[in-house]
């Protein structure tokens, strides 16, 4: 009942990590017997690590948190909490469980869940903090499992849940989760939920690589990739078709000694993410052993994971009219396996991947053509192991770049000589076209330099230039 961690460092020093690692909000654990167990309410938090044999970690709390120490655990929950209100970092309270433990919630399968007792616990917790306006959002209960889960439980409770939170905390997100640990909201499409309120309900998925990780090892990554993803879409493609916010509330790719299985999983992840804008989780702490501040999350250089992770910690489509109407939606060649974007220099330089801030304005036109916004230019093949260019003439085959593979993440072009070839990256970074790999679909095959996704944007992007270099201050956008 007291989040990890507290131990080993100060809570100020915590939550100035998380944010120097870039993230914008919390997602804080807790379970039922906090606020229902009425023989919890005075416990403090060093009677329960007495209680538990933990006398390590009270030696440990008492030299990094000592005001926390002699806290009733509730208050010591609010205590973190407030802190990282403080730092003006979002929280969302998190129900996955009834009594504490390491486990997810059976909900009506656990067997310490009880309807009216768990509608108390989700009210009295919404009014702690319904004052606490970085408490962005509540989810309902977390990853059901267990052989009494159903669709009539899930709305039965889901609506008795979602209206308790909703009457004590008006201002606070409702987040509803699926069934089979967090897989499958396919139902949802067929019967809606009847709520006495708008605009709050946000649906959380979850999608971590262990599930296929075998596959993810030696089976055919464009084709494993492009099922996940039309799993994930065909769930997900009616709440984000209705205007609600679909959020991938927990992702964790296991990265310690280089897992090349999870490494796979967050490429596939990040083109999706990336191209649908979601909102999303990382379901790790920092801690050293498993956490962000494992060295394999930083590796070297600008592929490492932690780089890649930090292109969607801002958004690609900024939903305040102002900037949309500052600059319009258009098109960047985001690179997931590496986190960076197609760019140019000049006419005279090739194509190279670099920050994604200081992409280009692209268009992917009907035509099937990649245009420089702005330009008369368009991204040409020239040949095998070539770099790609630009080019004015954009209606022969080698300027036609169809999404191809399962994953819709090959950019494919014809040469001359009627070849394919698709987008790839050299050892520089510079972008070249080589042959499709992987594309007959063999396993122990690896074709994730040449994935890339285009991803529409609202986000500035660097003032458009002739491919000389010089800034143009006209511009004709052809239409073909």
Same mark, same amino acid.
């Given at each position: 009942m007291?989040?990890? *961690?507290?131990?080993r460092r100060?809570?100020?020093m915590?939550s100035k990590?998380?944010?120097?690692?870039g993230?914008n909000c919390?997602q804080?654990?807790?379970p039922q017997?906090?606020?229902n167990?009425?023989?919890?309410a005075?416990v403090t938090?060093?009677q329960?690590f007495?209680?538990?044999g933990?006398?390590?970690?009270?030696?440990g709390i008492?030299?990094?948190?000592?005001?926390?120490?002699?806290?009733?655990?509730?208050?010591?929950?609010?205590?973190?909490?407030d802190?990282?209100a403080?730092?003006n970092l /979002?929280?969302?309270?998190?129900?996955?469980?009834?009594?504490?433990?390491?486990?997810?919630s059976?909900f009506?399968g656990?067997?310490?869940f009880?309807?009216?007792?768990w509608?108390? *616990?989700l009210?009295?917790?919404?009014t702690i903090?319904?004052?606490?306006?970085?408490?962005?959002?509540m989810?309902l209960?977390n990853?059901?499992e267990?052989?009494?889960?159903n669709?009539?439980?899930?709305?039965?409770?889901m609506?008795?849940?979602?209206?308790?939170?909703?009457?004590?905390?008006?201002?606070?997100?409702?987040i509803?989760y699926?069934?089979?640990?967090?897989?499958?909201?396919?139902?949802?499409?067929?019967q809606?939920?009847n709520?006495p309120?708008t605009?709050?309900?946000?649906?959380?998925?979850?999608?971590?690589?262990?599930s296929?990780?075998?596959?993810?090892?030696?089976?055919?990554l464009n084709q494993?990739c492009g099922?996940?993803?039309?799993?994930l /879409?065909?769930?997900?493609?009616?709440v984000?078709?209705?205007?609600?916010p679909?959020f991938?509330?927990?992702f964790?790719?296991d990265l310690r000694g280089?897992?090349?299985n999870?490494?796979r999983?967050?490429n596939?992840?990040?083109?999706v993410?990336?191209?649908?804008?979601l909102?999303w989780?990382?379901?790790?702490?920092?801690?050293e052993a498993?956490?962000?501040?494992?060295s394999?999350w930083?590796?070297? *250089?600008?592929?490492?994971?932690?780089?890649?992770?930090?292109?969607l910690?801002?958004?690609?489509?900024?939903?305040?009219?102002?900037d949309?109407?500052?600059v319009?939606p258009?098109e960047?060649?985001f690179?997931?396996?590496t986190g960076?974007?197609?760019?140019? %220099?000049?006419?005279?330089?090739?194509?190279?991947?670099?920050?994604?801030?200081?992409s280009?304005s692209?268009?992917?036109?009907p035509?099937k053509?990649l245009?420089?916004? *702005?330009?008369y230019?368009?991204l040409?093949?020239d =040949?095998? =192991?070539?770099?790609?260019?630009?080019?004015?003439?954009?209606n022969d085959?080698?300027?036609?770049?169809d999404l191809?593979?399962?994953?819709?993440?090959h950019?494919?072009?014809?040469?001359?000589?009627?070849?394919?070839?698709?987008?790839d990256?050299d050892?520089?970074n510079?972008?070249?076209t080589?042959?499709?790999?992987?594309s007959?679909g063999a396993?122990?095959c690896?074709?994730t330099?040449?994935?890339?996704?285009?991803v529409?944007?609202?986000?500035?992007?660097?003032t458009? %230039?002739?491919p000389n270099?010089?800034?143009?201050e006209y511009?004709?956008e052809p239409?073909?």
């Amino acid at each position: 009942m007291v989040p990890d *961690g507290l131990s080993r460092r100060s809570l100020d020093m915590i939550s100035k990590e998380i944010i120097s690692l870039g993230f914008n909000c919390v997602q804080l654990t807790w379970p039922q017997f906090m606020v229902n167990d009425e023989s919890l309410a005075s416990v403090t938090v060093r009677q329960s690590f007495k209680n538990l044999g933990l006398l390590e970690s009270i030696v440990g709390i008492q030299v990094n948190n000592p005001s926390l120490l002699d806290l009733p655990l509730v208050s010591a929950y609010q205590a973190v909490v407030d802190n990282l209100a403080e730092k003006n970092l /979002m929280v969302i309270l998190d129900n996955r469980i009834s009594k504490p433990g390491w486990h997810h919630s059976n909900f009506n399968g656990d067997k310490y869940f009880d309807t009216d007792l768990w509608i108390r *616990g989700l009210t009295r917790t919404a009014t702690i903090f319904n004052h606490t306006i970085n408490v962005v959002g509540m989810s309902l209960s977390n990853e059901f499992e267990g052989n009494k889960q159903n669709v009539n439980n899930w709305y039965r409770y889901m609506q008795k849940g979602a209206e308790a939170v909703h009457a004590a905390s008006p201002n606070v997100l409702v987040i509803l989760y699926e069934l089979n640990y967090d897989e499958d909201f396919a139902f949802f499409a067929k019967q809606p939920m009847n709520l006495p309120f708008t605009r709050k309900l946000v649906f959380g998925v979850h999608w971590s690589g262990f599930s296929d990780e075998k596959a993810w090892e030696t089976g055919d990554l464009n084709q494993l990739c492009g099922n996940v993803v039309d799993k994930l /879409m065909m769930e997900g493609q009616f709440v984000l078709g209705e205007g609600w916010p679909l959020f991938l509330s927990d992702f964790r790719p296991d990265l310690r000694g280089g897992n090349v299985n999870d490494i796979r999983f967050l490429n596939c992840l990040l083109g999706v993410a990336a191209e649908k804008d979601l909102d999303w989780a990382l379901g790790t702490g920092i801690d050293e052993a498993y956490g962000l501040l494992n060295s394999e999350w930083f590796g070297t *250089g600008n592929a490492s994971p932690m780089k890649r992770v930090s292109l969607l910690q801002s958004p690609f489509l900024d939903a305040g009219p102002d900037d949309l109407l500052n600059v319009r939606p258009h098109e960047m060649i985001f690179h997931p396996s590496t986190g960076l974007c197609v760019l140019r %220099k000049s006419v005279i330089e090739p194509l190279k991947l670099g920050s994604c801030v200081e992409s280009e304005s692209w268009a992917y036109t009907p035509q099937k053509t990649l245009v420089v916004k *702005g330009t008369y230019f368009c991204l040409q093949a020239d =040949g095998v =192991g070539k770099p790609a260019k630009l080019g004015i003439i954009c209606n022969d085959p080698g300027s036609k770049w169809d999404l191809i593979s399962d994953t819709k993440m090959h950019l494919s072009s014809k040469l001359a000589d009627g070849s394919s070839v698709c987008l790839d990256v050299d050892s520089s970074n510079s972008i070249i076209t080589n042959p499709c790999k992987c594309s007959s679909g063999a396993p122990n095959c690896d074709p994730t330099s040449q994935w890339f996704k285009i991803v529409t944007t609202t986000t500035s992007s660097t003032t458009a %230039k002739h491919p000389n270099g010089n800034q143009e201050e006209y511009y004709y956008e052809p239409t073909n």
